[in-house]
Each structure stands twice: as structure tokens, then as C-alpha cells.
């Protein structure tokens, strides 16, 4: 364990042991590799294959927690968990985005399975940039902490805004910044071809290269236009995520380990929640009480690190029971106070 000594005080970190990061990408590499190689000959995901799933990534998540609890300090495991509940529970909101694109474009069933699959692995690769500059950003100056904690809170604000207007309009995002970008870079195809990102010029007849936008040697499906609008929605997220993770802890490995367990399990989530939104209809205000919750927490935290310590400080332990405490009072609400109209 490495030590820094800040104001007068002796903070140890977790830092990046070689045995932890082995574990860690190890057991990622595996379940990405069974997840492909389960679903390769799908054809329709059900909620119970995803419910399974979900079992399984979850178990999985704990798992690596009781590895950090017995092979080092419990606070360590304790940060891990609660920054992977968090993750997890903001990424409710991002996932009711993904029913809004998949909407738009017609996607269904399987092809919405390896969509998110394919972005979600780059969301791996995107999480680990920004852990990687927030983290760096918050152990150069506690002063950071406010920015971040402003973030949040906004974050929340927009949430709280957008929940409520009475409108509840799907928007169209065949026409997001992302799909037009694509447009002017690649000849698009607007026609789903089975489960093509990009179809030959070859592979067209006459009457379908009418449809092209402009004649190339390759084009772009709404597949591939659906792909990009989710990685880009999903890195606008991490704006969201990644501060509001770091005020749970600054460690960037647990950070970015917390991060990358939920992520795994939201394809999973994804058809699951897709069947009960319409009764988890509290759950976003646990998430909005969250997200102001994490803002006060990382100010608070900031404050006593470049202002001078008020003694008051929120442990992993605390932060972690309020999170659970607030998601099962969310879902208890759902079905005590159900949608009026509803069932």
C-alpha cells in the first residue's frame, strides 16, 4: 500500500498491486470471452436468459468484493462495492436512453444483444480514460473536487427537470449529431440487412442502390448508425458516472473495477428493465436523491481537504448502506405507489 500525507494527515492508497490488476483483467477477459460464445447462435434474448445472466454477473461482482475483503483491508472492498452499486444504479437512466435509439432505429431482439455488446466493449476502453484523467484530475487538487461535485449535482438537476416534464416524448434519434457525422464520413444504406454494420457495394441490386445516399464501395446499416449513437450516449454518460463514482473513492483501480462489473451486466439489465419500467416507476427519483446525495458527499469531502476539516466525514461503509437503502426504498415505492392507470 502506497502512503501521502495531506494537512497533517497519513492517507494510505490502494495504488495498482500486480495481483489485483492479473485477477482483475483475467476474470474480465474469461466472461466477455463465455458471454460471446453464449450468445454467438442466439436468436431471441427472453427475460429469463437475461435474468440468469444478470445473476451471473452480479455473482460475479461479489465475488471479486470477497476477494478484496479477505486478501486486503475491508475499506478497499467496501469502496469497491459501493462505487459498483452506484454505477449500477446510474445506469438505470442510461439504459431507458438505449430503449429510446433502439426505438428509433427498429432494432429488436437479438441484434439489440450484440449491439450493445459491441458497445459496451468500447465503453471499456472509454471508462478506463476517464478514470484515468478524473482520478489524475482529483489527486492534483482537492480544489477539483468541487468541479466534479458540480457535475453531479447538474447531473441530478437535469434528471430532476426532465422527470417533471408531464410529456413523455421519445426522441428520434435517427437523427442525432452521431448519425449525421457518420453520414458525412460513409455512404449510408438506410435498410437493416440481417445483422450487417456495413454492407457491400457488390452485395446491392439495382432497385436497393436507389436507396444509398450516395454511391461508394461500402455502406453503413442503421445497425452500425444505432452502434454509434450508443457509444456516444454512453461516453456523454461517463460525464454523469465517473465523478460521481470518484467521490465514493479516488483509488483509480477500484474505480475503474467497480466501473467495468457494472457495465458488464447492463446488456443483461438492459432486457430486463425493458420489461418492468413500466413498474419501477420510483426508481428514478432514488436515482436523483443518489446523484445529490454523491454531490454533497464529494463537496463536503473537498471542503475538508482545501478549505479546513468541519469533522465531519462519510465513510465507504456509510455511503454504501445509503445507497442500497435508497435504491430498495425506490423499488419498495414502485409497487406500494404504482402509476396511476397501472395495474
Known amino acids: 500500500m502506497k502512503f501521502h500525507k495531506l494537512k497533517g494527515l497519513i492517507m494510505h492508497h490502494f495504488g495498482f498491486p500486480l495481483e489485483v490488476i492479473i485477477v482483475f483483467f483475467s476474470v474480465i477477459l474469461f466472461s466477455v470471452y463465455i458471454d460471446l460464445i453464449s450468445h454467438r447462435h442466439s436468436k431471441e434474448i427472453t427475460v429469463k436468459n437475461a435474468a440468469l445472466w444478470s445473476i451471473f454477473w452480479i455473482s460475479l461482482a461479489l465475488a471479486f468484493y470477497i476477494y478484496l475483503y479477505i486478501r486486503f483491508e475491508s475499506e478497499w472492498a467496501d469502496l469497491y ?41 468500447g465503453a471499456l476502453i472509454f471508462r478506463a480514460i476517464f478514470v484515468v484523467i478524473g482520478t489524475g484530475l482529483f489527486a492534483a487538487s482537492p480544489w477539483v473536487g468541487f468541479i466534479f461535485a458540480a457535475f453531479v449535482l447538474w447531473s441530478g438537476w437535469k434528471m430532476l427537470q426532465s422527470g417533471n416534464d408531464s410529456e413523455e416524448e421519445i426522441e428520434d434519434y435517427t437523427h442525432h449529431w452521431s448519425v449525421r457525422l457518420i453520414g458525412k464520413m460513409i455512404p449510408i444504406f438506410p435498410k437493416l440487412v440481417q445483422e450487417k454494420f456495413f454492407i457491400k457495394h457488390s452485395e446491392l ?14 455502406y453503413a446499416t442503421p445497425a452500425f448508425l444505432c452502434l454509434m449513437a450508443i457509444e456516444t450516449s454512453d461516453i456523454a454518460f461517463a460525464f454523469d458516472s465517473v465523478p460521481a463514482v470518484i467521490a465514493v473513492t479516488q483509488e483509480p483501480l477500484l474505480v475503474y473495477a467497480a466501473m467495468i462489473f457494472a ?81
Open 81 to 121: 462495492l459501493a462505487g459498483y452499486v452506484l454505477e449500477k444504479s446510474l445506469s438505470i437512466d442510461n439504459l431507458m436512453v438505449f430503449v429510446a435509439i433502439f426505438a428509433s432505429f427498429g432494432i429488436k431482439d437479438h441484434l439489440q444483444h450484440r449491439i450493445l455488446y459491441w458497445g459496451i466493449l
Open 205 to 218: 441490386n439495382t432497385e436497393q442502390i436507389t436507396f444509398v445516399t450516395r454511391q461508394g464501395f461500402r
Open 263 to 343: 457495465i458488464l451486466g447492463l446488456r443483461s439489465l438492459y432486457f430486463i428493465l425493458a420489461a418492468l419500467t413500466k413498474y419501477l416507476v420510483h426508481l428514478e427519483k432514488a436515482v436523483i436523491a443518489l446523484l445529490f446525495f454523491i454531490g454533497a458527499k464529494m463537496g463536503l469531502q473537498s471542503w475538508n481537504h482545501a478549505v479546513f476539516d468541519t469533522g465531519v466525514h462519510i465513510s465507504a461503509n456509510v455511503s454504501l448502506y445509503i445507497v442500497l437503502s435508497v435504491l430498495l426504498l425506490g423499488v419498495i415505492a414502485s409497487f406500494v405507489f404504482p402509476k396511476q392507470g397501472e395495474n
